[in-house]
């Protein structure tokens, strides 16, 4: 019998495809050829049977008919098996096969250099296209291995890579390759080289669906999504079809701009081409509505799915946090959970997005032992929204203790502590945290220096709180935006700085709009500062005309002063617009339930216990010399009422819930 490798039947579970593979003799089967023998070992990569393919590997060794150093013809073998390990990630046995192989040639270079990029060994991969492109010519590299390159580019730091072998590209003459110029396209895109990205899809003249698709996505991407929605528009009037992958990124346009309008359009394309019922469409749609704040549609299509995943469950719970809809969110996930659906990280970090100070810690607590149950805490996501969680509860010393018990931090542990030391108005610790994270090597980003802002706005730090905003400039490279400049305003307000609170709105690069005059006009409110606090006013109903806060204020301005007509002319001047105040509420939780009450609220069934419990603590209070602050009421109280004492409780309770 000649030597040939033999399939016996064994009991091991091979797996379905080995059939097809061999002779449909009768037992023993066998491998008759090289053709054979590289497929099987390509699909045991593929399918990462490492087992088999060892297998293969050894029974190849014991046959000399393969393995003969001097049969160069079976260098498809050797570059077979160098797949196989480079596939099944056993990199040291890849690296020790390429180093005994006979004869290499670029087949083989591009599969280590692959294999080692996908175990992110970038610095080895490079060493070995070093070793390539150095060869004399001996190994040519090809369009595999550029496009190979290319795919690990990701991220500023590969900047310096992507147009090195661009270079490369227009060298060898490979810049008439469309599958080339379409990895060169996400390459630049990826490490935010827009601009190089955009010209490498001008100069392609053989544009294919990838091409279009690599453009369109990586502009949303880049969060150029006016831009790209023009370049879909654009690829609509041409021959190439779209596919799934460019709707994708389309409704990441659509969901960048909150482009509803267009998102719906996308909506109905998908929905005539049958892609409606693909799951990442599916997500892609929920996102787009929720982040239109059309939450409704988002939970149409949610609820009409016939396949949910974590990806679209995910979705959808973001989607009422960003919504304002937590109740709806804590019953949905409530809901997922009893059902036994597998619950994941992502799904636990968005949950976390809920809390706020009317949310039950209690809850939160439960969210913390599912993740130490589960062991998420190793999850950097689900570890910075406990922080944000128990920070935003009130509970700091607890942000504290999961901070620290953090084993990898990132930029947005970080500011997730900086931010609640700041929420709590301890400036100095989070000051002294942000010290700390420079010294880590972590690079502050915007939100830093927003959680750093605000802090220095609750204790006065003026002049710290203008050397951070120019050290966000100048030292970082951040450009500061509307929210920075806001915080600016509320810190020279609160220290006073009135007159230098509007000069700087005034000089700002951008138009100013609701929320920096929001915060001029809360520094007159809290100095009561009539005039000043007019001209925010006007600022505020020019940009926002439907919204009744700044009415509302300037009433607490004039009744600080006792201006009760001016007060009054405000009041009616909001009715005759037609906006209306919104109700105030207050919250308590008490045995793991939270309570809810509005000014004046007789609808809770303890309400008499509760109104008498307090007229009872207002009476402590007066007795012991309390005269309450009649600043911001928003009537008029005579002193000679008989029930002194009740009225005061009620308009008490009135500024509470005002």
Request: charge should be neutral.
């Amino acid at each position: 019998m000649n030597p040939t490798w033999v399939f016996r039947k064994v009991t091991t579970n091979f797996p379905p495809w080995l059939s097809s593979l061999t002779s449909s003799s009768s037992s023993p089967k066998f491998i008759r050829n090289q053709e054979q023998l590289c497929r099987l070992l390509s699909i045991s990569g593929r399918e990462h049977n490492f087992k088999i393919g060892s297998s293969i590997h050894c029974s190849i060794i014991k046959n000399p008919r393969f393995h003969s150093p001097i049969n160069n013809p079976h260098i498809s073998i050797w570059n077979s098996l160098l797949f196989l390990y480079s596939k099944c990630a056993h990199l040291y046995d890849a690296h020790k096969l390429f180093d005994e192989m006979p004869v290499r040639d670029t087949i083989s270079f591009n599969t280590i250099i692959s294999g080692c990029f996908k175990k992110e060994l970038f610095s080895v991969g490079f060493d070995y296209f070093k070793l390539m492109y150095g060869s004399s010519g001996a190994y040519r590299f090809d369009r595999g291995t550029i496009t190979t390159i290319l795919s690990v580019c990701e991220g500023w730091e590969f900047v310096n890579v992507s147009k090195m072998i661009h270079t490369l590209v227009v060298v060898n003459g490979y810049e008439r390759e469309t599958t080339v110029s379409n990895a060169l396209i996400t390459a630049y895109f990826c490490c935010g080289c827009s601009g190089f990205g955009r010209q490498v899809f001008v100069e392609t003249s053989d544009r294919n669906v990838v091409t279009w698709t690599a453009m369109i996505s990586g502009l949303a991407q880049n969060r150029y999504c006016e831009g790209s929605l023009k370049v879909f528009v654009e690829m609509r009037r041409g021959v190439v079809s779209p596919n799934t992958l460019t709707y994708l990124s389309s409704l990441l346009a659509c969901s960048g701009l909150n482009a509803f309008k267009e998102g719906c359009q996308i909506h109905g394309l998908v929905l005539k081409l049958g892609m409606n019922t693909d799951l990442h469409i599916e997500s892609a749609l929920m996102d787009m509505y929720s982040k239109c704040g059309s939450v409704r549609d988002a939970w149409q299509i949610f609820e009409s799915a016939q396949v949910l995943d974590e990806v679209s469950m995910t979705v959808i719970l973001v989607g009422f946090v960003q919504n304002g809809c937590e109740e709806e969110a804590v019953q949905v996930f409530v809901r997922m959970v009893k059902a036994g659906i597998k619950i994941d990280p992502n799904m636990v970090s968005a949950i976390l997005g809920v809390f706020g100070g009317d949310t039950s810690l209690a809850f939160g607590k439960q969210i913390q032992s599912m993740v130490l149950k589960k062991g998420f805490g190793s999850n950097p996501y689900v570890s910075n929204g406990l922080i944000n969680m128990y920070s935003k509860c009130g509970e700091l010393d607890e942000s504290v203790k999961v901070f620290e018990s953090m084993a990898y931090t990132n930029a947005v542990s970080w500011n997730s502590m900086i931010a609640a030391f700041a929420r709590h108005g301890n400036a100095s610790k989070a000051l002294q945290l942000y010290e700390e994270m420079r010294q880590e090597g972590i690079k502050p980003t915007d939100i830093t220096f927003l959680s750093l802002l605000h802090a220095c706005s609750h204790v006065g730090l003026v002049t710290k709180g203008m050397e951070f905003l120019e050290s966000m400039k100048n030292e970082c490279g951040i450009s500061p935006r509307k929210e920075h400049y806001a915080c600016i305003v509320d810190m020279l307000g609160r220290a006073g700085l009135l007159n230098e609170a509007k000069s700087f709105i005034e000089s700002l690069p951008v138009k100013p709009d609701v929320q920096l005059w929001q915060a001029l006009l809360g520094a007159c409110s809290f100095h009561g500062n009539a005039e000043m606090g007019k001209y925010a006013a006007t600022q505020w109903t020019v940009e926002a005309p439907d919204s009744p806060v700044p009415y509302i204020l300037m009433g607490n301005i004039y009744s600080s002063k006792g201006r009760w007509k001016e007060r009054a002319e405000t009041i009616r001047r909001m009715k005759a617009v037609g906006v209306a105040k919104d109700t105030g509420t207050s919250w308590i939780e008490m045995k793991k339930r939270v309570h809810s009450f509005v000014v004046d609220d007789r609808m809770h069934p303890q309400s008499e216990v509760i109104f008498d419990a307090l007229l009872v603590l207002f009476r402590h209070l007066t007795d012991e010399g309390y005269v309450p602050d009649k600043r911001f009421i928003l009537r008029y109280w005579h002193d000679d009422n008989d029930d002194v004492v009740a009225n005061s409780c009620n308009i008490r309770m009135n500024n509470l819930e005002g």
